[in-house]
C-alpha cells in the first residue's frame, strides 16, 4: 500500500509587506525625481530669464548712454553756436545802432528801443547757452542761480524777493539741485505771473534729515482745489517726486505758500 503524504507549504509571513515597502520607495523615489528636475528646470529657466533680462537692460543702458552723450554733443554745439555767432550778430546789430543813434541830430525812441531789446536779447543768448552746456550742469550751485535769479527780478521792480537762507551749500549733487532749482523757478513764475504779489520770501534750511524750502507771497491767492494746467503744478509735483520728495499748497486771499520737504537719505547718490 502507498503512503500519500502531504506537505503544507507555508508562505513567508512578510513577503507581501516588503514589496509593498519596495514599491513605495520606489514610487517616492520617483516622485523625487520629478520634484526635483522640476526644480532644476525652473531655476535653469529663471537663470536664462534673468540673464537675458539682463542683457536687456545692459543693451538699454548702452542706448540710453548713447543717446545721452549725442543729445550732450548736440546741446554743446547749439551753445556754441548761439554764444559765438548769434551772439555776435546781436553785439554787431547793437553796435550799428549806437552808430546811426549818434548820428542823428535828435534822439530817436525807437533806435534807443531797440537797442535795449537787443541787450535784453543777449542776456537771454547768454543764459540759455550757459544751461546747455554739460559743464554748467555738473557744477550747478542752486544758491547762485537763485541769487542771480532774485537780483534780475528785483531789479524790474515789479515784486521784491527776499532770500533766506541757513547755509552756504546744500547736501545734494547738481543734478538733483538743477531739479529742485526748476521747480522753485516755476513757482516764482506763478508769482511773477498769476499772484500780483509785492513781496516774496524764500526760506531755505535743511536738518540731518530733510531739506525744507518755503515760499511765501502776499499776492491774491487761487483755489487749489481747481485744476489748472497755467499754473504748471503738476510738473511742479512731478519733479518733487522725481527727487523722492513731496510739494504742499495753502492759499487764500492774503496769499500763497509753498513748502517743498526732501528727504535727504533719499537725495544722496
Known amino acids: 500500500m502507498h503512503r500519500i503524504y502531504f506537505v503544507t507549504l507555508q508562505a513567508g509571513t512578510n513577503s507581501f509587506p516588503s514589496y509593498v515597502a519596495g514599491a513605495g520607495i520606489l514610487v517616492l523615489a520617483f516622485s523625487l525625481f520629478v520634484i526635483i528636475q522640476a526644480v532644476y528646470s525652473r531655476m535653469k529657466k529663471n537663470r536664462l530669464l534673468a540673464a537675458n533680462q539682463q542683457l536687456s537692460q545692459n ?52 533806435i534807443a528801443a531797440a537797442g535795449e531789446a537787443i541787450s535784453k536779447a ?83 534750511k535743511y536738518n540731518e534729515r530733510i531739506i525744507h524750502l518755503r515760499l511765501n507771497d502776499d499776492g491774491i491767492g487761487f483755489n487749489t482745489h481747481a485744476h489748472s494746467k497755467g499754473l504748471g503744478l503738476g510738473i511742479m509735483r512731478h519733479r518733487m517726486q522725481t527727487l523722492g520728495g513731496n510739494i504742499s499748497i495753502r492759499s487764500d486771499s492774503e496769499g500763497t505758500s509753498i513748502q517743498l520737504i526732501l528727504p535727504i537719505k533719499q537725495l544722496l547718490p
Open 59 to 110: 543693451f538699454e543702458k548702452e542706448l540710453m548712454q548713447t543717446r545721452i552723450d549725442v543729445q550732450s554733443a548736440t546741446l554743446e554745439r547749439i551753445a556754441n553756436e548761439l554764444h559765438d555767432n548769434v551772439g555776435q550778430l546781436l553785439s554787431t546789430s547793437k553796435m550799428f545802432l549806437g552808430v546811426a543813434e549818434r548820428a542823428v541830430a535828435t534822439p530817436v525812441p525807437a
Open 122 to 204: 543777449m542776456v537771454e543768448i547768454r543764459n540759455m547757452a550757459k544751461f546747455l552746456d554739460p559743464d554748467w550742469l555738473s557744477q550747478f550751485d542752486l544758491y547762485q542761480e537763485l541769487a542771480t535769479e532774485t537780483d534780475r527780478i528785483n531789479a524790474a521792480g515789479e515784486l521784491s524777493i527776499i532770500l533766506r537762507r541757513t547755509s552756504h551749500s546744500l547736501p545734494i549733487v547738481p543734478a538733483q539741485q538743477f531739479i529742485l532749482y526748476r521747480v522753485m523757478q516755476e513757482a516764482i513764475q506763478n508769482v511773477l505771473k498769476h499772484a500780483k504779489a509785492k513781496k516774496l520770501l524764500i526760506h531755505i
